[in-house]
DNA sequence: CTGAAAGCGCTTACAG
DNA sequence: CTGAAAGCGCTTACAG
């Protein structure tokens, strides 16, 4: 057992207004630092506290206020390096405002997610942040308004109207990347992403439920579109994670005529393209070029080091946590949908196209 | 404003139990599935519920049993691969078992340890659990046994008594590590962390006060004193982030003679010391030989391969969650200290040692 | 500045 | 099986 006391009943305001002699009220206003106390009164109270061990009860406190001072944020996946970075910036701006954070993943599942919003709104959060797996299926996220907490979305938008969201603007990243290859004379360019997606290939119109994926392959199509690039779609490889990315990759590689270049939706992607094609015999970029989205450190002492799509993580979730606590407090601001911009990285895996 | 109903006051019991025309007392028992209720009163009181779109106060329910299902768990940095992928197996454990878990960083500090602790204690957490900044500065740590919360350290010990803890063996897996380089002939190996250490140089004896580096360096030690090296003490770099790692490996290298081989203590270490080494024009493993604490993924794929000690750090978290939950449900057990085995997994960063 | 009372939304004996 | 009452540990008007 512990060598501390062994843990009898917590002392409570009343156990400190007993030994202070005062009434439970006072000894709550001396205690929670609110209202009048004369000196003489608080110092008998904070000593009775002390000697007691009295720790508060800030659920007991927040039950009366309607205040938990604590946020809930649901994710895909924490092992995942961009929500792990997007955590740090909504845990920073929530302990320095004072708020506790309650993670929940959802691995990227609407069921686990439904499931969570539902433990964070019982458990009382003042608002909650989340990465919605679905743009398509957002019944649920209608609970946090009917529960009348301030919901906020990270990284992704969702369809319906009524939502604050903290996103980048994928469109024009996907836009930058894909002209940074066909700069390069790339003709054969392949988008590859592990978003699920129902069909066996992408087909140009269906709904992509995910709207990162969705803004980055409008973006991606645009662009080929305009430089005149035929049936751009029929390189753009959703859903890679069910078959493997490796996989994926190998065929895009053994196309005929295969892809000279290929965009990874994100890290993870990348590192399994980027080992893929190099166990495969080629190189990068001679035989194939890379770009990846994000830019964690390893992407730099790759050899070689990957030109990548920089996005401001750890700014998104600081951001989506400000919003969330502006409407903790103000309950009638507008509805804002806040676009951060990405930085496309030029480093050395993108090469003039192979002949 | 929200596209949903403006949100008026939430339903609570008392509603539901007016609308279902029976007691409170009836109504909590058959919302919150406890207790006898006829199927015909709990079917009007979950029609009633439907109705009001009730969702239970969690709060209010951790105030009557005294269990907030809730673990609050405190790490160094959830931006770090290493707390990142234990936090998803802690989340897995606690969700499994109905726990929510509320994280706060504490960036290695005990102070913002400290006031962590406090906070998730006075929000009523079942269990902490809490990768310790430093295993001397505990007195704070005891706050959870007296306030009757059991306690799991996470990867380091701490000094004293009636901790339980889940940790690694990081004493014979720096030694692994330290006979690997010894094998293929290196004489002049360096340890780097960036544990915050007090003096400008190691000196043997001085306690450092994480213990997963104090262990290590004990096993890097025993392992040189046995091998014949004279005062191997005088490679240990500690402290390496104030001074730069960039800065620590390049003092290395240009030591006359310059150290043959680096055993970086985790895996952002390493990537400082891979690209510095490379920078400087030397290669590894021709040059300096190179090991790693820590197996993320890119270690895999750069030129050339990093050879790790493999940590099974998802299983660290989901074993403190699992011991964390156990306490909870029965307080007696006797303190104990779970340590996992490591694995060197050889790549292709270790080589002969230059003549 | 201080206190008595009621209340936050549940659960828990205790009767019936 | 159902209900009236008390209680969990605080805060909030309302008096004085």
């Known amino acids: 057992m512990s060598p501390q006391h062994p843990a009898r009943r917590a002392a409570t305001v009343a156990d400190i207004a007993?030994?202070?002699?005062?009434?439970?009220?006072?000894?709550?206003?001396?205690?929670?630092?609110?209202?009048?106390?004369?000196?003489?009164?608080?110092?008998?109270?904070?000593?009775?506290?002390?000697?007691?061990?009295?720790?508060?009860?800030?659920?007991?406190?927040?039950?009366?206020?309607?205040?938990?001072n604590t946020i809930g944020v649901v994710v895909g996946d924490i092992e995942n390096p961009f929500f792990a970075v997007a955590m740090r910036g909504i845990s920073d701006v929530a302990s320095e405002a004072g708020y506790s954070v309650i993670l929940i993943n959802s691995d990227e599942t609407v069921e686990a997610e439904e499931a969570a919003l539902d433990v964070l709104l019982d458990n009382q959060v003042d608002a909650v942040i989340v990465a919605p797996a679905s743009s398509a299926h957002v019944e649920h996220l209608g609970n946090a308004a009917r529960a009348g907490r301030p919901l906020v979305l990270l990284d992704r938008r969702a369809n319906g109207e009524g939502y604050d969201s903290v996103t980048v603007d994928n469109r024009s990243a996907a836009r930058a990347a894909t002209e940074e290859l066909l700069r390069h004379g790339h003709r054969r360019i392949a988008f590859v992403s592990t978003h699920e997606y129902p069909q066996p290939t992408y087909q140009r119109g269906h709904e992509i439920t995910m709207s990162s994926v969705a803004d980055r392959v409008t973006g991606f199509l645009e662009t080929l579109d305009a430089a005149g690039i035929d049936d751009p779609e029929r390189y753009i490889q959703l859903d890679a994670r069910r078959r493997g990315v490796d996989v994926v990759t190998r065929e895009l590689l053994q196309e005929d005529p295969p892809v000279t270049a290929i965009i990874a939706s994100d890290s993870l992607i990348a590192m399994s393209v980027f080992s893929t094609v190099r166990s495969d015999g080629l190189r990068i970029p001679d035989d194939v070029s890379l770009i990846a989205f994000d830019n964690p450190a390893w992407t730099a002492i790759t050899t070689p080091p990957l030109t990548v799509v920089e996005q401001p993580i750890y700014e998104l979730g600081a951001a989506a946590a400000r919003r969330a606590l502006q409407r903790v407090r103000d309950e009638r601001v507008a509805d804002a949908a806040l676009v951060f911009e990405t930085r496309l990285l030029s480093r050395e895996s993108v090469g003039a196209a192979p002949a």
């Open 18 to 68: 007993r030994v202070a002699k005062v009434s439970k009220a006072t000894a709550a206003r001396a205690l929670g630092e609110y209202g009048q106390v004369s000196q003489a009164v608080r110092d008998r109270v904070l000593a009775a506290a002390e000697e007691l061990d009295y720790r508060p009860n800030a659920l007991a406190k927040s039950m009366n206020t309607g205040r938990s």
